[in-house]
Nanobody, 119 residues
Framework: EVRLVESGGGMVQPGGSLRLSCAASGFTFRNYDMAWVRQAPGKGPERVSKINRGGYATYYAESVEGRFTISRDNARNTLYLQMISLKPEDTALYFC????????????WGQGAQVTVSS
């Protein structure tokens, strides 16, 4: 059974930082590209970042470029998202997701980690 479990969410003030982690199990983690997808209240999902299997190729949405850093530890089956200079518009539920091979989509998501940026 594929399992993705996020942790590290919380509430921070604007300008603050958080690091999300995602523990993966039930599949061969190192064989899959992985992504972080967020959904803000009343909005559709937004893929904010993606990383390839080897961890050397990354993608960022324009809205987070320069502020978020995605990384992975294939030995620990863990995906990370370091977020700095957080803005109120970053408030959302953040999901760790497994990418579908050769497809611009995801097939499994975790339960989500809430990130709230507010003063």
């Amino acid at each position: 059974e594929v399992r993705l479990v996020e942790s590290g969410g919380g509430m921070v003030q604007p300008g603050g930082s958080l690091r999300l982690s995602c523990a993966a199990s039930g599949f061969t983690f190192r064989n899959y590209d992985m992504a972080w997808v967020r959904q803000a209240p009343g909005k559709g999902p937004e893929r904010v970042s993606k990383i390839n299997r080897g961890g050397y190729a990354t993608y960022y949405a324009e809205s987070v470029e320069g502020r978020f850093t995605i990384s992975r530890d294939n030995a620990r089956n863990t995906l990370y998202l370091q977020m700095i200079s957080l803005k109120p518009e970053d408030t959302a539920l953040y999901f760790c997701a497994r990418s579908i091979p050769d497809n611009n989509g995801e097939d499994y998501w975790g339960q989500g980690a809430q990130v709230t940026v507010s003063s």
